[in-house]
């Protein structure tokens, strides 16, 4: 699934190039500031790895095995051994693959087989709780200790339907006109002024992708980040993802970066001692490092022991 999470947009970069509002007649490089801010914002999806930064809706599998538990203080000891692990009994804990902020469905499959499967539910009186508890996102799965469900081992045994991301944080922005096709690539508003290109929005539960504005009108992509194009009545709020603030940053200098050194290629360095030149690449990988709080360890890699 391509993500259409876009931590800036082309107007964004233009002021950021320009060092005040640019001017209303640059129009050129619009495809290519998109793809460049496009690509920004996967350098920084790939270097925290943890996933987008704003909702994706999708669902993702565990295998669940037999054996030693990964070493971890998340797992103690029951006194029931019907559950993952050794015969001393370690509670099931599955560190999660990304963030995640909220669930859908959780099924639990008896064997790969998946002959019978268990809806599972969230909270204290249910089936399992997502860590950790007073923040979000989320990065790790436990059952709780008193369900009288199970997860079994077996490949693809726990799926999670949920929305994966950092935050599924809006900002309402303006209302939208009815849309009236699940097709149309159109979408009038109310004001357009705080929306612009290379951006995710969010319309009752379908998220859109612009990619160019003409006065109120958005061209966009309908159905992006796993969600599903549905009409809508007028008056509908449309809303703009608020990604964390240096996230948005990191993504305006890599993208200056790019965007003004489109001719001068990749590297680390050009020289050495005093008259070294520090290239593109360099500069970029010193962006993305201001991201280090923000980088997910010790994940799953989808196969839990």
Same mark, same amino acid.
């Given at each position: 699934?391509? @993500?259409?999470?876009?931590?800036?947009?082309?107007?964004?970069?233009?002021?950021?190039?320009?060092?005040?509002?640019?001017?209303?007649?640059?129009?050129?490089?619009?495809?290519?500031?998109?793809?460049?801010?496009?690509?920004?914002?996967?350098?920084?999806?790939?270097?925290?790895?943890?996933?987008?930064?704003?909702?994706?809706?999708?669902?993702?599998?565990?295998?669940?095995?037999? #054996?030693?538990?990964?070493?971890?203080?998340?797992?103690?000891?029951?006194?029931?051994?019907?559950?993952?692990? $050794?015969?001393? +009994?370690?509670?099931?804990?599955?560190?999660?693959?990304?963030?995640?902020?909220?669930?859908?469905?959780?099924?639990?499959?008896?064997?790969?087989?998946?002959?019978?499967? $268990?809806?599972?539910?969230?909270?204290?009186?249910?089936?399992?709780?997502?860590?950790?508890?007073?923040? &979000?996102?989320?990065?790790?799965?436990?059952?709780?200790?008193?369900?009288?469900? @199970?997860?079994?081992?077996?490949?693809? $045994?726990?799926?999670?339907? #949920?929305?994966?991301?950092?935050?599924?944080? &809006?900002?309402?922005?303006?209302?939208?006109?009815?849309?009236?096709?699940?097709?149309?690539?159109?979408?009038?508003?109310?004001?357009?002024?705080?929306? +612009?290109?290379?951006?995710?929005?969010?319309?009752? &539960?379908?998220?859109?992708?612009?990619?160019?504005?003409?006065?109120?009108?958005?061209?966009?992509?309908?159905?992006?980040?796993?969600? @599903?194009?549905?009409?809508?009545?007028?008056?509908?709020?449309?809303?703009?993802?608020?990604?964390?603030?240096?996230?948005?940053?990191?993504?305006?200098?890599?993208?200056?970066?790019?965007?003004?050194?489109?001719?001068? #290629?990749? +590297?680390?360095?050009?020289?050495? #001692?005093?008259?070294?030149?520090? @290239?593109?690449?360099?500069?970029?990988?010193?962006?993305?490092?201001?991201?280090?709080?923000?980088?997910?360890?010790?994940?799953?890699?989808?196969?839990?022991?």
């Amino acid at each position: 699934m391509a @993500t259409r999470h876009t931590y800036a947009t082309g107007d964004d970069l233009r002021d950021y190039l320009a060092g005040t509002s640019y001017s209303s007649g640059w129009d050129a490089d619009s495809a290519a500031i998109r793809r460049i801010l496009e690509a920004s914002s996967r350098l920084i999806d790939n270097y925290t790895d943890g996933g987008a930064y704003g909702p994706v809706t999708e669902t993702r599998y565990y295998d669940i095995g037999r #054996g030693s538990l990964i070493n971890s203080p998340q797992y103690y000891t029951l006194n029931s051994v019907d559950v993952i692990g $050794t015969a001393s +009994g370690l509670a099931p804990v599955v560190p999660l693959d990304g963030w995640l902020t909220s669930t859908t469905t959780v099924t639990a499959y008896d064997d790969t087989d998946r002959g019978a499967s $268990t809806v599972l539910t969230e909270g204290y009186a249910n089936d399992f709780f997502l860590m950790p508890y007073n923040e &979000t996102p989320k990065t790790i799965f436990k059952l709780n200790e008193d369900s009288s469900n @199970t997860l079994d081992a077996g490949q693809q $045994t726990l799926a999670i339907l #949920g929305s994966w991301g950092y935050t599924a944080d &809006t900002l309402s922005i303006t209302t939208a006109d009815a849309v009236g096709s699940t097709t149309a690539t159109s979408v009038s508003v109310t004001s357009a002024s705080d929306f +612009g290109p290379a951006q995710a929005i969010l319309i009752d &539960t379908e998220q859109m992708y612009i990619t160019s504005i003409s006065g109120n009108t958005l061209t966009v992509e309908r159905g992006v980040n796993g969600t @599903t194009a549905a009409t809508h009545s007028g008056g509908a709020t449309a809303s703009k993802f608020d990604y964390p603030v240096l996230v948005v940053q990191a993504c305006l200098d890599i993208a200056k970066l790019t965007f003004r050194n489109r001719d001068m #290629g990749a +590297g680390g360095t050009i020289g050495g #001692g005093e008259a070294a030149i520090t @290239t593109n690449q360099a500069e970029i990988d010193s962006v993305l490092h201001t991201l280090k709080d923000y980088r997910v360890t010790g994940t799953s890699n989808g196969v839990i022991f």
